[in-house]
């Protein structure tokens, strides 16, 4: 059974840093992974996808302050979050994609398997 379990979510001031980290268990060949977010009262949101091969995209909100990696051999994935806003107060979630498609994107539906998802409060 395929399992997603984040970790590293809290709480932190306006300018700090938080990394999460994704661990899945359980056989399968994920082509692409990536984290979501979502806030209160909002929709889930692609936050960023990285490909096996390592080729990144992010949504603009969050370009030159998240950095997304992975480590293919023990299928962990991490977000670095620096220069951390209040509007980056949601639930994180992992995300993992093991259906072969020619182009991946942060839509929800490249993503077949979830975790339970961390909290990441931003104070001002």
């Known amino acids: 059974q395929v399992q997603l379990v984040e970790s590293g979510g809290g709480s932190v001031q306006a300018g700090g840093s938080l990394r999460l980290t994704c661990t899945a268990s359980?056989?399968?060949?994920?082509?692409?992974m990536g984290w979501f977010r979502q806030a209160p009262g909002k929709e889930r949101e692609g936050v960023a996808f990285?490909?096996?091969?390592?080729?990144?995209r992010y949504t603009d909100s969050v370009k030159g302050r998240f950095t997304i990696s992975q480590d293919n051999t023990q299928n962990t994935l991490y977000l670095q979050m620096d220069s951390l806003k209040p509007e980056d107060t949601a639930m994180y979630y992992c995300?993992?994609?093991?259906?072969?498609?020619?182009?991946?994107?942060?839509?929800?539906?490249?993503?077949?398997?979830w975790g339970q998802g961390t909290q990441v409060t931003v104070s001002s």
């Open positions: 995300a993992a994609g093991s259906t072969y498609r020619w182009y991946y994107s942060l839509d929800r539906s490249d993503y077949n398997y």
């Open positions: 359980g056989y399968t060949y994920y082509y692409v």
């Open positions: 990285i490909k096996r091969g390592g080729e990144t």
